[in-house]
């Protein structure tokens, strides 16, 4: 990924690539914010709401690819 491009759009093209399988299982993903230290903030939203599945798909989906292309990213996390 071109580590020229703003972190918000690399993050957007990433959660791009992700989100079909998300939606696949009924479930979507919204960026909501980037902090200064990496952390990336995200909203989930259909059948990922509540899913005892959904920290799983947040660490090692999610967070996984977004950490893998996006070096600056240090922890992804879920808000309401």
Do not use: Y
Request: hydrophobic fraction near 40%.
């Amino acid at each position: 990924m071109q580590a020229t491009l703003p972190i918000q759009d690399r993050v957007v093209r990433i959660l791009n690539l992700i989100r079909p399988a998300v939606q696949s299982d009924g479930g979507d993903v919204e960026l909501i914010d980037i902090s200064a230290d990496g952390v990336v903030k995200i909203r989930l939203h259909g059948a990922c709401v509540g899913c005892p599945s959904s920290s799983v798909t947040l660490k090692l989906g999610i967070e996984r690819n977004l950490k893998e292309h996006i070096p600056e990213i240090t922890s992804v996390v879920a808000v309401d």
